[in-house]
């Protein structure tokens, strides 16, 4: 059965000018200029502590970049473009009310339309940009979808968790490395200079962080924000982001300190009950 996410609320941003591609590339942790037309990626954008402004998605078009961010990242990521476009010969338009975007999941989603993750097609007039991001067969399509079943933001949820893809807001923000929080697709390790960039580097040549994000199978539910500890640490962790799945019960992710992390490690909630660490994404 095909399902619709309605993703108008996504904000919608374009970069257009000659240095466009060479602006973006030193904002972001992802390889922008080895991009062409057609093809996509993941990225982050970081303060100069290497710490989390925002994720976004690239879409490389023949004469423009669309960027693709989430809503309460609008203003935060078109103010941060804007206080760096000093001497670039380019220009940035918020196009997020002239656009429609949809989510559209499932099987049936566009047969015959195979994509790596964020590269899209014009269908009709439509970009179909391929997407990961629920753990399903998915597309982001900006314009008019096809007919479907909607798919509601609480079974959204559910679906995001058990794909283990960490939410800017509620999985990680100015207080996380993208490297923390599993973003490692959104993340080139042999690009050239970008803000923030010595901290990722100085962390990945040091061979490891000190948190990362997991997957906690629960014995019951719990609210995000809710401690985690263990007989060799009080301070193990804390949970992000829970979900009820109905193939796993109570699920939710977490970042777990690095002598705890592996699969199977049993933890301790405040009201007693167990977690144990499995691997993302989390195995149906």
């Not at 970042?255 to 301790?268: I, N, P, Q, S």
């Amino acid at each position: 059965m095909l399902r619709l996410r309605d993703l108008r609320s996504n904000a919608r941003l374009i970069l257009s000018g000659p240095d466009r591609v060479r602006f973006l590339h030193g904002m972001v942790t992802n390889d922008i200029q080895a991009l062409t037309p057609g093809q996509g990626c993941h990225a982050a954008m970081l303060t100069t502590k290497g710490k989390m402004q925002a994720d976004l998605i690239v879409y490389c078009d023949a004469d423009r970049l669309l960027v693709e961010v989430g809503a309460p990242l609008r203003d935060k990521v078109k103010a941060a473009l804007n206080a760096h476009m000093v001497v670039d010969d380019l220009e940035l338009a918020d196009v997020t009310d002239e656009m429609e975007e949809w989510g559209v999941y499932g099987d049936e989603a566009f047969p015959g339309i195979e994509l790596a993750p964020y590269h899209f097609v014009i269908v009709d007039g439509v970009r179909v940009a391929r997407t990961p991001e629920l753990g399903v067969r998915g597309f982001h399509v900006f314009g008019a979808p096809p007919a479907g079943e909607p798919l509601g933001e609480a079974e959204a949820e559910v679906l995001r968790i058990e794909a283990g893809r960490p939410l800017y807001g509620k999985d990680m923000g100015e207080d996380r490395l993208p490297i923390e929080a599993g973003l490692d697709d959104a993340v080139s390790f042999t690009k050239g200079c970008y803000l923030g960039q010595e901290v990722i580097a100085r962390a990945t040549n040091l061979g490891h962080i000190n948190k990362k994000l997991v997957g906690l199978k629960l014995e019951a539910p719990v609210d995000p924000g809710a401690k985690l500890s263990a007989p060799s640490r009080p301070e193990a962790g804390v949970v992000t982001s829970t979900a009820i799945s109905p193939k796993l019960g109570p699920i939710a992710l977490a970042y777990v300190h690095r002598t705890l992390w592996d699969e199977g490690t049993a933890l301790t909630l405040p009201d007693g009950k167990m977690a144990r660490v499995v691997s993302l994404p989390f195995k149906i």
